[in-house]
């Protein structure tokens, strides 16, 4: 990610077993016919989609590029001629992160703009205020940016659908490297105190077991409080040797930066979620006005379900790239760019595979009975129609502290984007 180097361990991608039987051929529409307004938000030449997002605020740093680099990718999809020729547009608000905020757009958007789908609605605790309300109005709900388990609830809401692999799933697999890796060490939690981070923690306890992490080790923070001092402080004296944090990006920098201060060098082990270097890089230098960058992130520990940005070779990396020059390229080439390209690139699979027009409820079952491509991803997608996960596996890598070191390839078989980029 960015110029600086992620060195991928000695573990292959590794699913959740018993649903790779989830992943399987795409299915493109090539139906000839006429358009018409199928649904809200759909007419003969447009297809309207929506969004809410932290674009300033505790969790604007990095997550504010994700909606603009969704809409790059759409921009070129509507260069392309769009999709059944139709154009797509994309219409995406700044809640803050504050639920309160994230509720009223929410309905600002399928009551007010009418579109056709909410997709890529960022953050847990902003999307859990919303999303009864969106299935009680039958909207699909596609593609949530974030790993909450609380997604893949077929019952309760059919409409929504994750994307990022679960939390749970994420920290079993990082469990499993501390166990096979780092075995013997006292191991610590950081975690946000909401789905984000409880989730987490409890993939973490089912593979470190729960009573090896005594509560001393288990500190939580709340978005509000940037003071973390006294969570940095408990772990130290708990003699935690590995700390596992489930945290966003400005926490994460506080947390390295607090420990730093204090002269505490455990090994980090953190969520994709609050691992972006770039951002992290920025974070860190901010917060210490210059005086802290990219050397405290060495030897951390974290996992990707994406390929690397710094990888030229690697085809889906050079189309994005390419697309973020053309469109966005007063933005940094980050981790975040990529997460909004390749959710927007899934996107228009599925609204491919839904036919030239669908109604909401058709666009749902296309989504659970097609096999999407897991596209960039290093995963399968688990969408079936008992659940609608999203990617079911990562891969754990490790940061190096250098902005020239070499990046090791991902020894799994590549996928190659569409001739022209898209589905």
């Not at 958007?109 to 999303?131: E, Q, R």
């Not at 939390?167 to 013997?184: A, D, H, M, P, S």
């Not at 969570?231 to 390295?256: E, K, Y």
């Amino acid at each position: 990610m960015g110029g600086n180097a992620l060195r991928i361990r000695g573990i292959a991608i590794i699913c959740v077993a018993g649903l790779l039987a989830a992943c399987g051929n795409s299915t493109s529409s090539t139906d000839s016919g006429t358009n018409t307004a199928s649904a809200p938000g759909i007419t003969a030449t447009t297809i309207t989609i929506g969004s809410t997002q932290p674009l300033t605020g505790r969790a604007a740093p990095g997550y504010s590029e994700i909606s603009a680099s969704s809409n790059a990718y759409f921009q070129y999809v509507n260069a392309h001629g769009g999709i059944f020729g139709r154009q797509i547009t994309y219409t995406y608000y700044d809640d803050t992160y504050n639920p309160t905020m994230t509720a009223s757009l929410t309905r600002k958007l399928i009551l007010d703009d009418k579109v056709f789908a909410l997709f890529s609605a960022l953050g847990t605790p902003t999307h859990l205020a919303v999303v009864d309300y969106i299935n009680s109005q039958k909207v699909p709900d596609l593609f949530v940016s974030s790993g909450c388990n609380c997604w893949n609830d077929v019952s309760n809401h059919p409409y929504t659908f994750g994307w990022q692999p679960d939390y749970t799933i994420e920290g079993k697999i990082l469990g499993q490297y501390i166990n096979q890796n780092l075995g013997g060490k006292k191991v610590g939690y950081f975690f946000q105190n909401d789905e984000f981070g409880l989730d987490g923690v409890k993939g973490l306890d089912a593979q470190l077991g729960a009573s090896t992490v005594p509560d001393a080790s288990r500190q939580n923070y709340v978005p509000t409080n940037t003071n973390v001092g006294p969570q940095i402080a408990a772990l130290q004296a708990s003699g935690a040797q590995v700390v596992v944090s489930f945290s966003i990006p400005a926490f994460t920098a506080l947390a390295l930066l607090g420990a730093a201060k204090v002269g505490y060098h455990p090994i980090w082990v953190v969520s994709n979620v609050g691992s972006d270097v770039t951002t992290l890089t920025g974070l860190l230098k901010s917060f210490s006005k210059g005086a802290a960058g990219v050397q405290l992130l060495g030897g951390m520990v974290t996992d990707a379900y994406l390929p690397l940005t710094g990888d030229s070779s690697n085809k889906w990396i050079s189309l994005f790239k390419g697309i973020h020059d053309t469109y966005i390229s007063t933005l940094p080439w980050d981790g975040n760019v990529l997460y909004g390209m390749a959710q927007a690139y899934t996107l228009v699979q599925a609204i491919k595979a839904a036919g030239r027009n669908p109604t909401r409820a058709s666009f749902v079952k296309a989504l659970e009975t097609t096999k999407l491509t897991g596209g960039p991803g290093l995963a399968p997608f688990g969408f079936s129609s008992s659940n609608h996960l999203g990617y079911l596996g990562v891969q754990v890598v490790t940061i190096a502290a250098s902005d020239s070191g070499p990046i090791s390839q991902y020894s799994g078989s590549a996928s190659s984007p569409p001739p022209n980029g898209i589905p």
